[in-house]
């Protein structure tokens, strides 16, 4: 194993290049509906719609093994070769480690033409918000409206929106909102349903970056509500600069303007807000093309120095995943198990519910699953993973070596590199845990707020652990209110200047 990883070349530079989508190569089947006891899609708020898009995900994909054949068998990659289930935790996740390293000793060229034909097209599901007129995108105001784009299990932002939407209007705020997308990742949600068929066994949490820039380039004006079983995916726009698709491929990068309202891109301003993985994924995004961006949002985002790195939490995190429980008989049972744990008792009940609702699907036996598997929470970890921390757990050498945010997902130490090249004219605020409830130590936070990124703001939610949104969905947006209202104050009722900037040297 050592020597395995010896063989990595080092996950710096640029991000690998997009190139237009691939035809389906399958047909893809309804997305899963809402039970009929969930909230209707337009709850966030009176006269809101939502509508879901199937949206194409970046093309290529980073590492080989991201994709398989639709006939080739789906395959454990915590298995051994038959498909014998591993006689031990620490074995199943020393066959998962190995599979990521031996993919990632081949970045993906687009020389390759071999890998390249072999690479099926994923796609991701996105939850499109609307006002209504005249703040819709259909019918809205002369200038630039906000466009919120929200990373990582999108109807987990639901009750955030609801109270983001309840806390503007009880400050007669006029904040042109006119359109709010939050995006699922490829193997999570409704996503990794619809990409079951096609899913491989290894996952890098670098392309969560690639697949937010893939669709704000190329599909925020999408108009296909294609939630019927289609072969078919919305076009990319036609009129997008063809080095758009380069990303940071390029001699020098646009910082973009040092005036948030003048940062456009097709007529929006682009707000890029991500919690946790998310918040990783909009970094990435954000380091490779930050013109498209007219301010950042980090929920808690895993971003760790390479020196403040703890292997063995993360493992233990990443362990977590795989022993969870994945099928009950019901809903309401899965429910009860999950109220059982003083974890998710400390999430809002809203998300509770909207976890049971929407994180789960029938199956034909007449139970329920989760969405996401469990190996896939382990190499992109959902935030129930965090429930499993398994106590008192051996480390292998293996395990010592590489985690799920090491080399084996990469973007904990990657974007936080990135991170200290963000132009500081992108205006970026940090919406972080209680001090010391953080999945990451306050050294961290520190690094982030004196080095990385000096000029950005930042808030606190006393009470919240890492899970902030999930927890204290009010409070979470109570804070992002204060910061757009801030950043925008031609737009909003004006912020009460509750926002700090510069960092204390211990937080």
Not at 32 to 58: E, Q
């Amino acid at each position: 194993m050592d020597e395995l990883q010896k063989r990595i070349p080092p996950l710096t530079g640029p991000l690998l290049p997009l190139l237009p989508p691939k035809p389906l190569n399958r047909r893809l089947p309804r997305l899963p509906p809402r039970p009929a006891t969930s909230p209707s899609r337009s709850a966030i708020a009176p006269g809101w719609t939502c509508d879901s898009l199937v949206l194409p995900a970046a093309f290529p994909r980073m590492f080989p093994n991201n994709t398989k054949r639709p006939t080739d068998p789906t395959r454990d990659p915590t298995a051994a070769a038959g498909g014998t289930k591993p006689d031990s935790l620490n074995e199943g996740f020393d066959r998962l480690v190995r599979e990521q390293l031996e993919a990632f000793t081949h970045p993906v060229s687009l020389d390759d033409r071999d890998e390249l034909d072999k690479q099926e097209q994923l796609v991701i599901v996105g939850n499109r918000y609307r006002p209504p007129p005249p703040r819709s995108r259909n019918a809205a105001p002369s200038g630039p409206g906000l466009t919120l784009v929200l990373s990582h299990a999108n109807e987990v932002w639901e009750p955030v929106l609801q109270d983001l939407v309840a806390e503007l209007e009880r400050r007669d705020s006029t904040l042109p909102i006119e359109e709010i997308w939050a995006l699922d990742c490829t193997v999570q949600g409704d996503a990794a349903i619809l990409n079951e068929e096609v899913i491989g066994s290894t996952y890098n949490w670098a392309e969560n970056g690639r697949d937010l820039l893939n669709f704000i380039a190329y599909y925020l004006d999408a108009q296909d509500a294609n939630s019927d079983s289609s072969d078919s995916l919305p076009r990319p726009a036609p009129d997008v600069p063809p080095e758009l698709g380069l990303l940071d491929n390029v001699a020098s990068i646009d910082p973009g303007s040092a005036i948030p309202t003048e940062r456009t891109y097709r007529g929006r301003l682009i707000v890029g807000i991500g919690h946790s993985l998310g918040g990783s994924a909009t970094v990435f995004a954000a380091t490779a093309c930050p013109a498209l961006f007219s301010s950042l949002v980090l929920v808690d985002p895993v971003l760790s120095p390479p020196t403040m790195f703890d292997p063995r939490k993360t493992a233990l995190v990443a362990m977590g995943a795989l022993r969870r429980r994945g099928v009950w008989n019901s809903r309401k049972e899965a429910k009860e198990s999950f109220l059982a744990k003083p974890f998710f008792r400390a999430w809002d009940p809203r998300i509770v519910d909207g976890y049971v609702d929407l994180g789960m699907h029938e199956l034909g036996t007449g139970q329920v699953a989760l969405k996401t598997k469990p190996f896939y929470e382990a190499v992109s970890p959902s935030f129930a993973a965090l429930a499993k921390f398994p106590p008192h757990l051996e480390q292998t050498p293996a395990q010592k070596q590489i985690t799920f945010l090491g080399s084996l997902c990469d973007t904990s130490l990657r974007s936080t590199l990135r991170l200290q090249d963000l132009t500081r004219r992108l205006p970026l605020h940090y919406i972080f845990a209680d001090t010391g409830r953080s999945m990451l130590p306050e050294e961290a936070t520190s690094y982030l707020l004196e080095h990385a990124t000096p000029h950005a703001t930042w808030t606190r939610v006393p009470g919240a652990g890492h899970l902030v949104s999930l927890e204290k969905p009010t409070e979470t947006a109570h804070r992002l209110a204060e910061f757009l209202e801030t950043t925008y104050p031609n737009g909003g009722g004006g912020g009460n200047g509750s926002l700090t900037k510069a960092a204390p040297a211990k937080l």
